[in-house]
C-alpha cells in the first residue's frame, strides 16, 4: 500500500477518482465552445445561460446531502450514484430535443456532479494518510489542469466537425470506465449507521440553497437586483434556512449537524474555500474577455491565459505536503494567499498595458497561491475529525467553495457591467478595458481577505495515522 501513484497498490482508485474528477472538470470548459452550434440547432438563445445556471444550482444544493450520506451510508455508494447520474444526465442530454429538455438534463448531471466532487476528495483522505494526502490531491488537482486545455479544443472540434451531441457521449465511455475500476478496486472498511435519514431538513436546506444560489445567480443577469423576483428568492430562501436550523435542533441525525459551526477548523477552512471560489472565478470568468477585447486575442489564446491559472494550481498543490509537512497548515495556506494577493495585483498593474503573456503569468502565481491554499485547508480540516466526519467536512468545503464562485461571479458581474456601460458599451475596448480592471481590484481585495481567513486558522496537528479502503 506504500506511495502514491497509478502504479501502486491503490493507483486503480485513484484512476477512478481522477476519471471521475475529469467528467466534471471538463464539462465546465467543454460546453462553452459549442453554445453558438447548440443555439444554433435547438434555438433558445434567450434560455442558454440556464445550461450553466442549474447545473450549478443543483450541484451547490446537492452537495451538503450527499456528504451526508457519504458518512451515513458510505463513500462507494454515494459514488456509484453520483457516477451513474452524471452519465444519465449527460446521455440525456446527448438526445436532447429542445434548449428546454437541455436545460433539465443538464440539472440532472449537477446532481451528479454534487455527489462525486466532496466524495472524492473524502475518498483520498480515506485511503491515504496526511503525509500522502497533499500528493494525492495535486493528482486530483492536475486533473483540472489538463481540462482547461482539452475541454475548449475538444469542444470546438466537436461542435465544428462532428456534433455538439458528442460533447455529452464523451463522458459515456470514461464514466463507465471509473464506474468500473472504483467497484473492482474499492474496498471500503466502512460500517453503515442504522439511523433514519433527515429527509425534511435535506429537503428544506436543497430548497434553501437552490433560491439563494438562484437569486445570486440570476440577480442583475435575469432581473434586476431590486425586483421582486430578486428579493423573493432571498427572502424566501432566507426563511428557509432559519426553519432548516429548527429543524435541525430536533433532528435525531441532522444533515449539518450543529458542530460543524462550532469546530474553528472547519469553520476557518469553510471561510479560505469561499475565498478561493470567489478569487478563481473572477479569472476564469472575465480573463478571456478581457484579452479578445484589449489585446486582440483569439478565443483559444485567451483560454489558454487562464489555463496558466489551473497549471499553477497542481503544481503547488503537489509540493504543497512538503511546506505543511514542515511549517504547518496554516503557515502553507498563508503562504498562498499571500501569493494569491500578489498574482492578483500584478494582474491590476498589466491591466494598464493588455498583454496575453503578463496576463497568463499573474494568473499562473495566482494558480500558485490557490494550490497551497486549497489542498492544505481542507487536509487540515479532514485531519481534525474522526473518519466519519470526514464527509461532512469534504461537503461543506466544496459549498463554500461553490457559494463563493456563485456569490463571485454574481458581485464581479454586477461591477464590470456597470463599468463597462458607463463607459459606452461592451462595443468599446477601453469601456471593457476599464470593466475588466474593476473586476481585477474585486479579484485583489478577496485575495487580501482570503489571507485574512488562512490567518485565523488553528493549528493542526500533523498525526501519522492509517489509511482505509
Known amino acids: 500500500m506504500a506511495g502514491v501513484g497509478l502504479r501502486t497498490e491503490r493507483g486503480p482508485i485513484l484512476l477512478s477518482l481522477m476519471l471521475s474528477t475529469f467528467l466534471i472538470a471538463i464539462d465546465s470548459t467543454i460546453l462553452a465552445t459549442a453554445v453558438p452550434t447548440i443555439v444554433g440547432e435547438l434555438g433558445g438563445f434567450s434560455q442558454f445561460p440556464w445550461l450553466f445556471s442549474v447545473y450549478l444550482l443543483a450541484q451547490a444544493?446537492?452537495?451538503?446531502?450527499?456528504?451526508?450520506?457519504?458518512?451515513?451510508?458510505?463513500?462507494?455508494?454515494?459514488?456509484?450514484?453520483?457516477?451513474?447520474?452524471?452519465?444519465?444526465?449527460?446521455?440525456?442530454?446527448?438526445?436532447?430535443?429542445?434548449?428546454?429538455?437541455?436545460?433539465?438534463?443538464?440539472?440532472?448531471?449537477?446532481?451528479?456532479?454534487?455527489a462525486i466532487t466532496p466524495t472524492a476528495m473524502t475518498i483520498a483522505g480515506d485511503i491515504y494518510t496526511v503525509r500522502e494526502r497533499a500528493t494525492a490531491q495535486a493528482y486530483l488537482a492536475s486533473v483540472w489542469a489538463i481540462s482547461s486545455v482539452v475541454g475548449p479544443t475538444l469542444g470546438g472540434l466537436f461542435a465544428q466537425f462532428l456534433s455538439w451531441r458528442w460533447i455529452f457521449w464523451v463522458n459515456v465511455p470514461l464514466g463507465i470506465l471509473a464506474l468500473f475500476m472504483l467497484v473492482r478496486s474499492y474496498h471500503e472498511d466502512f460500517t453503515r449507521h442504522r439511523r433514519r435519514i433527515d429527509v425534511a431538513g435535506s429537503a428544506l436546506l436543497i430548497v434553501a440553497l437552490v433560491l439563494l444560489v438562484l437569486g445570486v445567480l440570476e440577480g442583475g443577469q435575469g432581473w434586476a437586483w431590486n425586483s421582486w423576483q430578486s428579493i423573493g428568492c432571498f427572502a424566501a430562501g432566507a426563511g428557509l434556512l432559519v426553519l432548516f436550523a429548527v429543524v435541525e435542533r430536533r433532528a435525531a441525525d441532522p444533515v449539518l449537524a450543529p458542530w460543524v459551526f462550532t469546530s474553528r477548523v472547519v469553520v476557518t477552512t469553510s471561510l479560505a474555500a469561499l475565498g478561493v471560489g470567489a478569487v478563481m472565478i473572477g479569472l476564469t470568468s472575465f480573463v478571456p474577455t478581457f484579452l479578445e477585447s484589449t489585446a486582440g486575442a483569439t478565443p483559444l489564446l485567451a483560454g489558454l491565459a487562464v489555463a496558466a491559472l489551473s497549471l499553477g494550481?497542481?503544481?503547488?498543490?503537489?509540493?504543497?505536503?512538503?511546506?505543511?509537512?514542515?511549517?504547518?497548515?496554516?503557515s502553507t495556506a498563508v503562504i498562498g494567499s499571500t501569493l494569491a494577493v500578489t498574482g492578483a495585483v500584478l494582474?491590476?498593474?498589466?491591466?494598464?498595458?493588455?498583454?496575453?503573456?503578463?496576463?497568463?503569468?499573474?494568473c499562473f502565481v495566482v494558480g500558485l497561491g490557490l494550490g497551497l491554499v486549497a489542498n492544505p485547508s481542507l487536509i487540515a480540516a479532514q485531519s481534525s475529525v474522526p473518519l466519519r466526519r470526514r464527509g461532512v467536512v469534504s461537503g461543506t468545503n466544496m459549498l463554500a467553495r461553490s457559494v463563493g464562485s456563485s456569490v463571485g461571479v454574481a458581485v464581479y458581474g454586477a461591477i464590470a457591467n456597470a463599468v463597462i456601460l458607463a463607459g459606452g458599451g461592451s462595443a468599446h475596448p477601453a469601456a471593457v478595458q476599464a470593466g475588466s480592471t474593476a473586476v481585477f481590484v474585486g479579484v485583489a481585495v478577496s485575495a487580501v481577505l482570503l489571507v485574512a481567513c488562512t490567518l485565523v486558522i488553528p493549528h493542526v496537528a500533523i498525526a501519522d495515522e492509517q489509511p482505509t479502503g
Do not use: E, H
Open 313 to 330: 494550481w497542481p503544481i503547488s498543490g503537489s509540493l504543497a505536503g512538503r511546506f505543511y509537512l514542515r511549517i504547518g497548515f496554516r
Open 347 to 362: 494582474l491590476l498593474v498589466f491591466a494598464a498595458a493588455p498583454s496575453l503573456w503578463l496576463t497568463a503569468l499573474g
Open 61 to 114: 444544493a446537492s452537495v451538503p446531502v450527499y456528504a451526508k450520506l457519504c458518512d451515513t451510508l458510505g463513500r462507494k455508494p454515494i459514488m456509484i450514484v453520483g457516477i451513474g447520474l452524471f452519465l444519465a444526465g449527460s446521455v440525456a442530454s446527448a438526445l436532447a430535443w429542445n434548449m428546454t429538455a437541455l436545460i433539465v438534463f443538464r440539472a440532472v448531471q449537477g446532481l451528479g456532479a454534487g
